[in-house]
């Protein structure tokens, strides 16, 4: 019986991953990057005797795939993928391709905000309860690698809308849907619904035994949940109502009903701040409730878990000026919730590949909160033309300026945010390196 064919477009930490589980079943497999493979991974696929291609995608190599497992990170209208598709060739990702490999339970979670605080402080919770657990997905860990190398009992995923438009038959044990707001509007034909449409995809092939775990808050959820049929147990949460099986929260604590068992601690001993991460906090709860957590290992975990690099990541003071590294906020709602959570006068350093943004939600934040922003990109033009009749608005195209620029504008006892609302691609090579060379140019003040 012939070999079949996978092809991996794409040798990053999913590509490297899914082309090392491939081998490990006996595919023919074949990786594509029309970048430059970092030496690491080179390196890796060598060793594993898979054969590779860099700086192109060869026609004849990739188009004679039985299935394509495609990178999260290159859109459908690249010229590859459209050949792949005229050709009738399925294509894939990464997570869709591991999911056939394990019987592990998987706990998936997306949101335009907060997914990585949510899928790290549940992984948080199962390891301090000392269960056998992996972390995988948009986090930076290849899920396909873990399966490929490890034995987990569960997977806690962290899932991006590019990597649920590739998947059709994987199943999650328990979703989490956190909530949806506008984002990656140019990869969807600048259609909202299509956005949401790729978000409900966490939904699929759910079953009665599974659990649903969304907030009740958002009307967008809301909304589409009225015009769905689901088979899964619904578990909402909410900080504006009481929730008869979910999680809500009073004036002095949080509680979780799931009928069976129940779980209550005080707002206070939460060591994540504001409204939008008692959400996170509550959505994990549940999610460890249901999977026969105790209450004091949940109670524990909440109070002691220590939040994400990049995401309101209080970094240090200088002469009296406290500087946040938010560069994980990519969207404008994740700035809002960041402006919303600091009461000290703030210097906002924000831009970078806009991303169809519409600044509206947060002008009048910005007039209340924010004392001056430092736009920072290649193209300033959409920031300094939303905000420039409200605040003053200083132009600059390098970090090392943005961070001068607004420690000379901002006072002790105020706040230097970084926080662009926007892609990284500009000046960098992702959110990360943006957040790092942050903090390297403040120590550098």
């Not at 524990?300 to 878990?305: E, R, Y």
Request: hydrophobic share 40%; proline share 2%; charged share 25%.
């Amino acid at each position: 019986m012939k070999q079949k064919r996978i092809v991996i477009l794409g040798a990053g930490i999913s590509g490297k991953g899914a082309a090392i589980l491939a081998k490990k079943h006996g595919f023919d497999v074949f990786v594509s990057d029309y970048g430059k493979i970092s030496t690491q991974n080179k390196t890796a696929l060598v060793k594993e005797n898979i054969k590779f291609e860099e700086k192109k995608h060869s026609t004849e190599l990739i188009l004679n795939a039985d299935e394509i497992i495609k990178s999260p990170g290159i859109p459908e209208n690249a010229p590859i993928i459209i050949s792949a598709n005229k050709k009738g060739i399925p294509i894939i990702s990464e997570i869709e391709f591991a999911g056939r490999f394990t019987n592990a339970k998987l706990i998936c979670i997306t949101g335009s905000n907060g997914k990585t605080t949510t899928t790290e402080l549940t992984y948080h919770i199962f390891k301090k309860a000392g269960l056998n657990v992996g972390i995988a997905g948009n986090v930076g860990r290849s899920f396909a690698m873990q399966v490929a190398t490890k034995n987990f009992k569960y997977y806690i995923i962290e899932l991006s809308s590019f990597q649920l438009d590739g998947m059709y038959n994987f199943k999650a044990d328990i979703a989490i849907l956190l909530n949806i707001t506008p984002d990656h509007l140019d990869r969807y034909n600048n259609n909202f619904q299509n956005y949401t449409n790729s978000k409900f995809r966490i939904t699929q092939n759910m079953t009665s035994k599974d659990s649903f775990i969304f907030c009740e808050d958002d009307k967008v959820i809301l909304k589409e949940i009225k015009n769905r049929n689901f088979k899964a147990q619904m578990f909402p949460f909410s900080v504006k109502k009481k929730i008869k099986k979910g999680a809500y929260k009073t004036q002095h604590k949080i509680i979780i009903d799931i009928i069976t068992k129940n779980f209550h601690m005080k707002n206070g001993l939460l060591s994540l701040e504001g409204d939008h991460n008692v959400y996170n906090s509550m959505a994990a709860g549940i999610t460890g409730l249901i999977s026969g957590i105790s209450n004091e290992n949940i109670k524990n975990s909440l109070s002691d878990f220590a939040g994400v690099e990049h995401r309101l990541e209080k970094y240090i003071k200088v002469r009296g000026i406290q500087f946040i590294n938010d560069s994980k906020a990519t969207n404008v709602n994740s700035v809002w919730y960041a402006l919303q959570s600091i009461n000290d006068p703030i210097v906002l350093i924000m831009g970078g590949i806009d991303k169809g943004n519409d600044y509206g939600i947060l002008k009048d934040l910005v007039n209340r909160k924010v004392k001056a922003i430092v736009a920072m990109g290649t193209n300033n033009k959409l920031i300094v033309d939303a905000f420039s009749n409200i605040v003053a608005v200083y132009d600059t195209n390098s970090m090392d300026t943005a961070v001068k620029t607004a420690y000379q504008l901002a006072n002790e006892g105020e706040v230097i945010l970084l926080s662009p609302a926007c892609a990284s691609f500009d000046l960098f090579k992702n959110y990360e390196d943006r957040g790092k060379k942050f903090k390297e140019k403040i120590r550098n003040l």
